[in-house]
């Protein structure tokens, strides 16, 4: 088992940031590839960034390319995603994720977290 809880999302205006944080109670957190998904309502759930073990590989859904940034802390636990321009068309909940192949897919998905809803206003 890997609980996962996801938390920092909130109500933002266009063009601005947010920072999400996954926190992690299992052992073996470090082991796993990591990643953030989104879902929109009446959409399919989506990869937004992954990051593997060590950290040394980033994927990044096209759409948040140079905006987003993916980062795990491995001593502590934690995913985080940094959330920067941001537009009303990414109106969604955010899930983080764990999964141990690459690149991380839906169908590669060990555990989620309960989402936390990111909502951005024009």
């Known amino acids: 088992q890997e609980p996962l809880v996801d938390s920092g999302g909130g109500l933002v205006q266009a063009g601005g940031s947010l920072r999400l944080s996954c926190a992690a109670s299992?052992?073996?957190?470090?082991?796993?590839?990591s990643g953030w998904f989104r879902q929109a309502p009446g959409k399919e759930r989506e990869l937004v960034a992954a990051?593997?073990?060590?950290?040394?590989?980033?994927d990044y859904g096209d759409s948040v390319k140079g905006r987003f940034t993916i980062s795990r802390d491995d001593r502590e636990n934690m995913l985080y995603l940094q959330l920067n321009l941001l537009q009303p068309n990414e109106t969604a909940v955010y899930y983080c994720?764990?999964?141990?192949?690459?690149?991380?897919?839906?169908?590669?998905?060990?555990?989620w977290g309960q989402g936390t809803q990111v909502t951005v206003s024009s």
């Open positions: 994720a764990v999964g141990s192949r690459w690149p991380l897919r839906l169908t590669e998905v060990h555990y």
């Open positions: 990051i593997s073990w060590s950290g040394g590989m980033l």
């Open positions: 299992g052992r073996h957190f470090s082991s796993y590839i």
